[in-house]
């Protein structure tokens, strides 16, 4: 998993507690923007994902990238946290060092990064279909039924 460095805010959490709490879990990094309307639409089953399955050890890190300058307003972004109940650590990637570390060269919103405990890459999936894609693949590396 990539370095969770260079992010310009950190909301409901800070860095050095989100890599503490992702060491030797598996853990879901998601990437939104606020003018992201799919990203909206998919919020509810990644937050789904987070609180039915913390007891399995998945932790969930949200990193907030702009498509757009006015994604940039950090109170617009600390309003869409609380109106879409983003409780995980989140980032606010302003100037996309996390993006580039991610290797997020197209800028996807939604996109899903699933790390195994030792920070392996186990799956990637974006867009509107990207919940659906990552679901399987998360019930495999947590040894649940789907």
């Known amino acids: ?81 609380t109106t879409y109940d983003i409780s995980e650590p989140c980032a606010v990637d302003n100037l996309h060092k996390l993006r580039d570390a991610f290797q997020n060269d197209q800028g996807f919103v939604p996109a899903y990064y699933l790390f195994d405990p030792e920070g392996k890459l186990k799956s990637f999936a974006a867009g509107e279909r990207g919940t659906a894609m990552l679901g399987a693949a998360l019930h495999r590396l947590l040894g649940v039924q789907s």
């Not at 909301?11 to 890599?19: K, M, Q, V």
């Not at 879901?28 to 606020?34: C, K």
Request: proline share 5%.
């Open 1 to 81: 998993m990539p370095e969770l460095t260079g992010a310009t805010e950190w909301l409901t959490s800070n860095a050095d507690e989100a890599i503490a709490s992702a060491q030797g879990h598996p853990t879901l990094v998601h990437f939104w923007a606020v003018s992201c309307g799919i990203c909206k639409e998919n919020m509810p089953k990644v937050h789904e994902w987070r609180d039915q399955f913390k007891d399995h050890g998945l932790r969930v890190i949200a990193v907030h990238m702009p498509r757009y300058e006015a994604d940039t307003n950090l109170e617009a972004v600390r309003e869409a946290v």
